[in-house]
């Protein structure tokens, strides 16, 4: 019934083997399913399918595929989303770190020296991350307003200007003077 459809009313049937599935059963002739042209059409159907699979283009190349296939932390390196205050904690967690844990105290000889390397790289990266004033100020609408004027982020010489502009930015925006 899966490759043909029973088309007469009663067949003669006999024990043999089947030559469609191999089973040993009640056999009859495929002329009483139609020669089985319902299963061949359908197997005619994806030969037709795969051959048109076949003549197309990839859509990526191999190396890409693979590339693609490669989860990221066996590429190397993973991007990470913080928020300020979780780089401040991460960055405070650091320091603890660094004072609490014996074999990276400063001065301290660590038996295994290549947790120090990792260790640095990480404490050098999150601190990278928390002093970069795009990140502390990112959401802040008085720094916009500020890179907006002075075309630059304040650096550390201009700290009292940043400050200045600033308080007077929230004191403008407060008191509805406006927002330049």
Not at 1 to 20: A, L
Not at 156 to 161: I, Q
Request: hydrophobic share 30%; with cysteine.
């Amino acid at each position: 019934m899966k490759y043909g459809k029973y088309s007469v009313g009663c067949s003669s049937v006999w024990e043999g083997t089947c030559n469609v599935c191999d089973e040993h059963k009640p056999v009859t002739e495929t002329r009483d399913y139609g020669y089985l042209s319902k299963g061949i059409s359908e197997v005619r159907a994806e030969i037709a399918a795969i051959k048109e699979l076949k003549s197309q283009e990839p859509i990526m190349t191999d190396e890409e595929l693979e590339e693609e296939l490669t989860a990221p932390y066996e590429s190397g390196e993973i991007t990470l989303k913080l928020t300020e205050e979780e780089v401040a904690f991460l960055n405070e967690c650091l320091d603890t770190i660094v004072e609490n844990h014996p074999t990276l105290c400063p001065g301290h000889t660590n038996e295994d020296p290549a947790d120090v390397p990792l260790f640095e790289g990480i404490e050098k990266k999150i601190t990278a991350l928390y002093e970069d004033n795009c990140v502390r100020y990112e959401l802040a609408p008085a720094m916009k307003a500020y890179i907006a004027r002075y075309g630059t982020i304040p650096g550390p010489d201009d700290d009292a200007k940043w400050e200045i502009f600033r308080d007077t930015y929230n004191w403008m925006i407060g008191e509805g003077l406006g927002n330049e």
